[in-house]
């Protein structure tokens, strides 16, 4: 009945278990987040510091999602296609960003994809720019950074595609 305990006891649980450390190869863990992290401070080294950050956020109510639903089902029901028509955007921006130099000539970047509170998507994206391309004045970053709410009377459709509630309030 008490096989065990004696020694136990001796033991002060120091002798049981065994410390397993994952690999940097098994993604998520610890050593995987420290190597991507010495790996981005690398990038800062050899280039300079980031020029610019960017978040893109997943919209449920992206028209491709939006499309995609059956009679009486909601947006969050459809968690894998939010993440597929997220993903699209966001290499369809990445690319727009590294060949089409939307926003100039960039050096190097890093990004990454997380999800919080509602479960949606959305991803972090630091751009390291050549020199020139740098934004160094307002008037430069007025031309890259823009938000306002369309007229009503001037832009009907985009007024109506996104009132106030939701730039405050996101679904």
């Keep these: 009945m ?3 305990l004696t020694e136990t006891l001796e033991a002060k649980g120091n002798a049981y278990g065994k410390n397993v450390v994952l690999p940097s190869t098994f993604i998520g863990g610890p050593c ?4 991507i992290c010495q790996d981005d401070m690398a990038l800062v080294k050899s280039y300079g510091k ?3 950050f960017i978040t893109i956020n997943a919209n449920p109510k992206w028209p491709e999602i939006i499309n995609c639903l059956k009679k009486g089902e909601i ?3 459809l968690t894998d296609i939010i993440t597929r028509v997220f993903r ?5 921006l990445l690319q727009d960003l590294t060949t089409k130099k939307q926003l100039g000539t960039i050096v190097s970047y890093v990004y990454t994809i997380e999800f919080h509170k509602r479960g949606l998507p ?4 630091i751009l390291i720019l ?3 391309s740098i934004p160094r004045t307002t008037s430069h970053i007025d031309t890259l950074v823009c938000a306002e709410i369309p007229n009503l009377s001037e832009e009907k459709q985009l007024f109506w595609f996104g009132d106030i ?3 405050a309030h996101p679904v």
């Design 88 to 92: 699209m955007k966001l290499d369809f």
């Design 50 to 52: 980031p020029s610019l």
């Design 122 to 125: 959305h991803s972090h994206i």
């Design 2 to 4: 008490y096989q065990g």
């Design 75 to 77: 947006a969050s029901d």
């Design 130 to 132: 050549v020199d020139n």
């Design 32 to 35: 995987a987040m420290l190597q």
């Design 165 to 167: 509630n939701d730039a």
